[in-house]
Each structure stands twice: as C-alpha cells, then as structure tokens.
C-alpha cells in the first residue's frame, strides 16, 4: 500500500512539473501533503516537513548567500578585466577564439547561473564569429560546454542532490574535482579542435586576417560603472579565493563561508547602508526564487522520507534490479545521466527520481553520496545547455542566432562525450567501483 501510495505520489509530481501546470514549488508541497493523507499519515504530515526543512537549511543557506556575494563581486567589477583580458588574447584565429569562448564561459559560470553565462559570453563574441565566417553552432557548443561541465558546490544540481539525499555539498563534490579537471580538459581540447576545424574550413591561416579590433565585450552603461570598485579588485580577487578554498576544504561549513563573505563584501565594497541594501535587493529575486525551491523540496523529500514512502518504493524495486546490475548503478546513472536531461527537468528528477534510485543502491551497498555523484556528471549540468526542460537552452540558441534543433544537434554528441569521459575518469580513479 505504502509503496503504491509513493509511486503514484512520485508520478503526480513528475506529471505536474513535466507538463508545466503547476510551478515546482507548488508541486513540491501539495502533492506529497495529499499523498501523505491517502496513506491515513495525516496527522504526522507536520512533523515530517519540520524534519525536511532542518535538513535543508543549511543547502538553502549557503545558496541565498552564494547568489548575493557573487552577485556583488560582480557589481564590483571582479569578472570585468578578466573578460576583457580575454578577448584581447583569442586574436582572430578560430582556433584561440574557442578556446577564449570556453574559458570565459567558465569564469562567467563561477555563479552557478547559465543564463547569466551565455548573457555575457554569447553577444560578447557573436560579433567576432560573424566577421570571421565561424559557424555560430560552435559558439553556442563551447560555450554550453563550458557552462555544462560545471558542478561546484553552489551550482543548482550539486544543491538539488544535496538538498534530495540529506548529504552536504561538500562531502558529494570535494572527491569529485579532479574528475571534474578531467572534464574541463575533455572540453578545452574539444574546443580547440572545433577552431582548428573551422580554420580549415574557412581556409585561414595566421597570416590570413587583417587584424582588425576585436569588438567590445559588452556597453556598460554609467549606472553599472558607478557600481565599480577597480582599487578595491586585489581585495575582491583575495576574499572570493579565501572563500572558495575554505568551502571547498571543508574547514568550516558553506553557508558559514559565504554568509561572512558576503557581509565582508559589502562592507568592504560598499559601506553605507543604503548602497548596501541596494545590492541585495538588486539579486535577492534570484536568491529568494532558488531558496523557496530548496525549502519546498525539504517538504518533499521530509514527508516522502519521514513517512516510509521512499523506502517502500525502494524496496518493491530492487526485486526488478538484476544482482550484477545493482552494485553498478552509479556507473550506469553516470552514462544515462546527461539523456536524461532531455526527459526530466532539475527538480523533477533530484527531488522525485534521485531519492529512489539512492534507496535502490543502498539495497547492494551502494552508498547515496556515489549516486549522487553519478547524476552530476550529466543531469542537467552537461545536459542543461541543450534540454528542451530548461530556459537557457531556448537562451543559448537565440542568442547564437541558430535554430534550436541545429543547436541539439551538434552539441548533444560532445556535451555526451564529456559526460561519458567524465563517468569513465570516476571509474578508473576509483570513485564508482566496478
């Protein structure tokens, strides 16, 4: 009965969120509330969603705080020299060019946001593509590239996966970053490889173009150079290093991390208070709309978990799973993780699929931490940059200037390869046993 009740509960919120009838939040909470009631657990539904939102504080917390001290990093002019510094390097060969689009779509998704990735990274280099007769697909492919092979600690699906096993951040992406080193090779390589193409086939060599100046990365107006803070740039560069280093090591918690880098930024940036509560309304929208997510999965997960739904799906699952296959299911999660992408939204599949497939494992040994680790490498991190599920795939190709379909086409065969590549890397450096 309980496991019937947990997966029809677990179909409505996949329906629901799929069909773009109700918002996730909504789905996240209504619907496990209702199938808590027909499994006669009514009177415990409180209980459960407190023990939920324990749980998700801290994820929670560190994402709100992310979002606002790298948005006042930005605001502050941290990535600015070095976007410009860039495109002064790429030249006009293909070849640098690509490279140029991978490296500044990387430093640009530091935040954790694909959209404001390809804001900056795709018209800041369209203009250059398009004198050059460059393929505008390999635009928008380096730089979903790039964007996709990013799963650090503050990102959306590294959070969901957190947020959906009850694991810290840290303990699911610290022994994951050489395989994520890997990846960001696979991609510069990848990358270069496109521009050496492109030069062949546009029949360029280094002494074939003019030279002319590389067009601007953006035209900043007066009110964003106001919020500049150029003398300030060691002391912002210093502080999100110490920031970044100490989340990352683990020495003290991220929220901790980024609640006193944040308050240090602003007092250090911008010192009044007004200057300062304007900062934080300027990306509090972003913040607040990513934690109420958080906290409405914490709900989700802290009823279907508290009242023994999970497990019980769990359970009358894992007489489906062949014994040979069960004790390798993060490998599998790993190589299917990015196709997946293309079925099942974020929130859909860390908060409704994950759990399930966690208590599977956890059925041959396996622990969760490592199917956590599985979905990273292609659930909506490879995968975002082209699924049909998520704005900034429509984002990247308008921007591109291409048809979404032509976009789906030429960058879902590389965004794969780097997802299997990365899910080889974890094998054979022992992260997924075999």
């Known amino acids: 009965m309980l496991a019937l009740v947990g997966g029809m509960t677990l179909l409505a919120l996949l329906a629901s969120i799929l069909s773009n009838r109700v918002s996730p939040l909504a789905a996240l909470i209504l619907i496990p509330i209702v199938g808590a009631i027909v499994a006669g657990l009514a009177p415990h539904i409180p209980e459960y969603i407190l023990a939920g939102l324990t749980k998700i504080a801290p994820v929670a917390g560190m994402f709100v705080f992310a979002i606002l ?10 990535l600015a020299p070095i976007v410009s510094r860039i495109l002064k390097l790429v030249g006009e060969r293909p070849s640098r060019i690509t ?11 530091l935040d954790g946001s694909g959209a404001v990735c390809f804001l900056i990274t795709i018209p800041a280099l369209r203009p250059l593509y398009d004198r050059l007769g460059m393929d505008r697909r390999v635009l928008a492919c380096t730089a979903s590239m790039a964007a996709g092979v990013n799963f650090l600690p503050w990102t959306g699906p590294t959070l969901r996966a957190g947020a959906a096993l009850n694991l810290s951040v840290s303990t699911i992406f610290t022994p994951m970053i050489w395989i994520q080193v890997i990846g960001l090779v696979f991609v510069f390589t990848a990358s270069w490889w496109l521009g050496k193409r492109e030069e062949r086939r546009l029949g360029l060599t280094g002494n074939t173009l003019s030279g002319l100046p590389i067009p601007p990365v953006i035209e900043e107006s007066e009110a964003v150079l106001a919020l500049r803070r150029p003398r300030l740039y060691p002391i912002n560069a210093a502080l999100t290093l110490v920031v970044v280093g100490v989340m990352v090591s683990g020495a003290i918690e991220p929220a901790v991390a980024f609640m006193a880098g944040t308050a240090l930024a602003l007092v250090i940036n911008y010192p009044s208070a007004g200057e300062q509560r304007s900062r934080i309304d300027a990306h509090a929208h972003a913040a607040l709309l990513m934690a109420s997510i958080l906290f409405a999965a914490g709900a989700f997960t802290g009823i279907m978990s508290g009242s023994g739904m999970i497990r019980a799906l769990a359970v009358a699952s894992v ?28 929130d859909s599949f860390y908060m409704g699929v994950l759990p399930v497939i966690a208590e599977v494992a956890g059925h041959f040994g396996v622990p969760s931490v490592k199917v956590a680790q599985a979905a990273l490498l292609g659930q909506m991190t490879t995968g975002f940059p082209v699924s049909p599920l998520t704005p900034a795939t429509f984002l990247v190709a308008g921007l591109s200037g291409i048809e979404l379909g032509a976009h789906q086409r030429f ?14 890397a974890a094998v054979i450096l022992g992260l997924f046993p075999l």
């Open 69 to 78: 001290f790298f948005g006042i990093m930005t605001d502050a002019g941290l």
């Open 99 to 109: 490279l140029g689009t991978a490296a500044l779509a990387l430093i640009i998704h």
């Open 319 to 346: 007489s489906h799973v062949p014994d040979g296959v069960g004790t390798h299911i993060p490998v599998f999660l790993g190589l299917l993780a990015m196709p997946l992408s293309l079925v099942f939204d974020p």
């Open 411 to 424: 960058s879902i065969p590389w965004l794969f390869a780097a997802s299997v590549i990365m899910t080889l």
